[in-house]
């Protein structure tokens, strides 16, 4: 069996046997991702085998996801490989599940960007202001946690270094249902958007039936905005359906002006006075 395949199948038992405790989980694979990262031997053995697939495959680009080489994939995990040459002063971001970091031949050098006070990341609010602590560093071969939704890290490479990454997805219940972005410079919000590709695709829909603007696209966007369980999804609704501009839409809009979200609640209120 593929060394891949065994690694693979050894983090999934780990997830499986501790699912009802997500602590137990966290730290039992953690474990398991700190032993293979010291273990030099089966890290080159599972590269090789890696970079022997990508040859033999190279028309696949299923395993490749921007930058990284998707080494190993499971149910709620996926381990990858990146070869950073510099670092990316881009944008900043929030994320809803557990990343561990390695450096494989160098220490890993990492900052992390901390908010002045703890904020809801439901709802957006553009005075929230982050601080840009001082860089860390941890030795090469050693496991970095990052696993706080309103904790933002960035990797800070000044040489070309291999560095593996093991994301492990938290439980839907602990999960968060939206993504901050910060601006590198001013480190305020620069905007919120859906953390769930369901949700994303569902606010493209919202988006694709305003454009056709027609009467039959008010029926699934009533339904969307009523009882969408994502805010995003009924905020994206409400507003497609104030550029219909239809009379079927206005019990739905009325409706909604006594959501549970503050943002679907302000977008009812604007797509009422914009249809009135």
């Given amino acids: 069996m593929k ?19 997500w602590p137990a989980t966290v730290l039992a694979v953690q474990a398991e991702f700190s032993g293979l990262v010291r273990d030099s031997a089966t890290v080159k ?15 696949d680009k299923s395993e490749l996801v921007g930058n990284d080489i998707i080494l190993v994939r499971g149910e709620g995990f996926a381990i990858s490989l990146r070869y950073a040459e510099s670092t990316v002063n881009s944008n900043l971001a929030t994320n809803s599940d557990v990343f561990f ?6 220490p890993l050098k990492y900052r992390c960007f901390t908010p002045v006070q703890r904020f ?21 071969m050693s496991v970095v946690k990052f696993d706080d939704a309103q904790t933002l890290f960035e990797i800070l490479v000044d040489q070309p270094s291999k560095i593996m990454r093991l994301v492990l997805s938290k439980p839907p219940t602990l999960q968060t249902t939206q993504l901050w972005s910060f601006s590198r410079q001013t480190l305020r919000p620069l905007g919120m958007s859906a953390s769930h590709y369901r949700d994303t695709a569902a606010v493209h829909v919202c988006e694709a039936l305003a454009e056709i603007s027609s ?5 699934p966007l009533t339904q969307l905005a009523a009882a969408a369980p994502s805010h995003f999804v009924r905020w994206a609704a409400i507003k497609a359906l104030a550029n219909i501009d239809a009379d079927l839409a206005l019990p739905v809009i009325v409706s909604a002006q006594a959501d549970i979200h503050p943002h679907v609640r302000s977008a009812a209120l604007a797509a009422e006075q914009q249809l009135i």
Avoid: C, G, H, M
Wanted: no cysteine; glycine share 0%; proline share 5%.
């Fill in 120 to 140: 809801d990341l439901n709802v957006f609010d553009p005075e929230v202001q982050l601080i840009e602590q001082l860089p860390d560093e941890a030795p090469a």
């Fill in 3 to 21: 060394l891949k395949t065994q690694l693979s199948e050894k983090i999934q038992r780990l997830i499986d046997e501790n699912r009802s405790d």
């Fill in 215 to 219: 009467d039959t696209s008010v029926a």
């Fill in 101 to 106: 970091i390695a450096a494989l031949d160098r």
């Fill in 45 to 59: 053995a599972l590269l090789l085998e890696r970079l022997t697939e990508v040859k033999e495959y190279k028309d």
